[in-house]
């Protein structure tokens, strides 16, 4: 009887043991989860804050000239413009003396003046030849009108901003 007693502390201890090593090696799996989901979410939140911020200033930036009847008309009347005949459709960023161009550039921070394109098209706009390999930001608004005028034969323009 003593000798099954003994066997059997012996055999429960071997099952603790087993168990032990078992609850180790699951518990260094899960801290290796979570220390890499806490770096992921950090790298993750940075890149999510800097396209949040550039997306904001985009849209206040596309939000000016949608508000500003010089602007807007000038939008809408694109094409018709003897300077700009030939651009619309392709970025005019480069343009001189315009004032969209003017207004877009003065409204952006200075690391971004450099590295923009701003196209104006009728229907849809094709990216630009001049986009760089790297993660390209954009962000349209359709004018339709001017209000001060009454133009029939205005077609609504797409204002399209891409920041690099």
Do not use: H
Request: proline letters at 3%; glycine letters at 4%.
């Amino acid at each position: 009887m003593v000798r099954f007693i003994y066997n059997k502390r012996k055999i429960n201890y071997m099952n603790k043991k087993g168990f032990i090593r078992t609850l180790e090696a699951v518990i260094a799996i899960l801290i290796v989860f979570v220390f890499i989901y806490v770096l992921m979410q950090g790298s993750l939140t940075t890149k999510s804050k800097t396209s949040d911020s550039i997306k904001s200033m985009q849209e206040e930036i596309l939000r000016g000239i949608s508000e500003s009847e010089s602007l807007r008309s000038e939008v809408v009347n694109f094409d018709k413009n003897e300077g700009t005949k030939n651009y619309l459709g392709a970025d005019i960023s480069t343009l001189s003396g315009n004032s969209i161009v003017e207004y877009v550039y003065d409204n952006l921070p200075t690391r971004f003046q450099q590295n923009y394109a701003l196209v104006i098209c009728e229907t849809s706009c094709g990216i630009p030849g001049s986009l760089p390999n790297k993660e390209v930001y954009t962000t349209a608004v359709v004018i339709t009108s001017s209000l001060e005028s009454n133009c029939p034969e205005c077609k609504p323009k797409i204002v399209r901003l891409w920041v690099w």
